[in-house]
Nanobody, 126 residues
Framework: QVQVVESGGGLVQTGGSLRLSCAASGRTFSNYAMGWFRQAPGKEREFVAAISWSGASTYYADSVKGRFTISRDNRENTVYLQMNSLKPEDTAVYYC???????????????????WGQGTQVSVSS
């Protein structure tokens, strides 16, 4: 299995930027697609972004498209989420997740991911 640990969360003002990192260890990192999800207080977990094992394909929720960018460095076993033009509604705990190549289901669904991190808090003040 693979272990993932998120970092980079914090408090930022509206319009600011943050970059989240997700460091993976264990199995070969390039055997996994990676995703970011978030959960705000009182709300269900929602998809944010995902990236294929090679980095050639990326997927975004409509709410973050054009503001967030997902990327990965397979040499460093790390996936990143660059978040720009942050809004108060982006406030949530952000989770990194790994999805085996043989997993089925949509990249947009949390159930298709096999391993999850503990999350990192992102707070955007108005």
């Amino acid at each position: 299995q693979v272990q993932v640990v998120e970092s980079g969360g914090g408090l930022v003002q509206t319009g600011g930027s943050l970059r989240l990192s997700c460091a993976a260890s264990g199995r070969t990192f390039s055997n996994y697609a990676m995703g970011w999800f978030r959960q705000a207080p009182g709300k269900e977990r929602e998809f944010v972004a995902a990236i294929s094992w090679s980095g050639a394909s990326t997927y975004y929720a409509d709410s973050v498209k054009g503001r967030f960018t997902i990327s990965r460095d397979n040499r460093e076993n790390t996936v990143y989420l660059q978040m720009n033009s942050l809004k108060p509604e982006d406030t949530a705990v952000y989770y990194c997740a790994a999805r085996r190549l043989d997993s089925s289901g949509s990249y947009y669904r949390g159930l298709s991911y096999n391993y999850w991190g503990q999350g990192t808090q992102v707070s955007v003040s108005s």
